[in-house]
């Protein structure tokens, strides 16, 4: 079980060795279902207590656990990296709301000359520094001393030469930040690629469908057992 509401003695994580212990004791390792030749650290039973422990988080100064589900658009991404090793493969990669890190560390498999993980959720990061261990490959996060874990908004041309993105047009406010964004950024000669399963804000204009495929996900979470993703491929307003 991932977390337990009554524990009324938990308090928020505070270092990373604490961090680090959450993740190791609420998570068992397993392969991604479309991408087996990578395993991460998954909560299998925390789907029937997602939404009752969210306020319980929340007020704990833990985000909910997005980490620890390969979620679609992650493993659609992450199976398209692979495949076309091309894409990344002697570049820069920023694995951006990277949760578990399962596309940066497709990025490193294919041979991506550096890959670095950004998140806003501090377990996150610690996850996917686990995960990249557990793998015996390197992703580069920020520290936790760093003001700024979000990059949204900044100009990263001259830092990474692809973004990776998986699943982040979730909602309507997540939508509007990061689309102007990406197509600034692609303006600028970076190349956006996004891991979508047809979420209700995802962009229909200015992007091209690079891959689809069906993926295997807990049906606790996405009302089914499968999910039509899709690579997409953002482009400058311009």
């Not at 991604?32 to 929340?58: G, K, Y």
Request: proline content about 7%; some cysteine.
């Amino acid at each position: 079980m991932l977390l337990d509401p009554s524990d009324t003695a938990a308090r928020p994580l505070r270092s990373v060795a604490e961090e680090r212990q959450f993740v190791a004791a609420h998570t068992t390792r397993a392969p991604v279902p479309l991408v087996p030749e990578i395993s991460v650290r998954v909560a299998s039973e925390v789907t029937p207590l997602w939404h009752a422990t969210e306020a319980w988080l929340s007020q704990r100064g833990i985000e909910p656990p997005f980490w620890a589900f390969p979620w679609a658009g992650g493993q659609v991404l992450a199976r398209y990296v692979l495949d076309t090793p091309n894409l990344v493969r002697g570049l820069r990669v920023l694995d951006f709301a990277c949760g578990g890190g399962l596309v940066g560390m497709a990025a490193c498999l294919a041979g991506a000359a550096h890959v670095s993980a950004i998140d806003t959720d501090s377990l996150a990061l610690t996850a996917a520094t686990m995960n990249a261990e557990d793998a015996g490959l390197t992703l580069e996060t920020p520290s936790r001393e760093s003001d700024d874990h979000d990059y949204v908004g900044h100009d990263l041309t001259q830092r990474f030469d692809v973004l990776l993105a998986g699943d982040v047009f979730y909602d309507a406010h997540a939508a509007a930040r990061f689309v102007p964004w990406f197509r600034e950024l692609a303006g600028g000669g970076l190349r956006v690629l996004v891991g979508d399963p047809g979420r209700t804000y995802a962009p229909h204009e200015g992007v091209t469908v690079r891959f689809e495929a069906d993926v295997p996900v807990p049906e606790g979470l996405e009302g089914k057992t499968t999910l039509r993703a899709r690579v997409l491929e953002v482009h400058s307003a311009r």
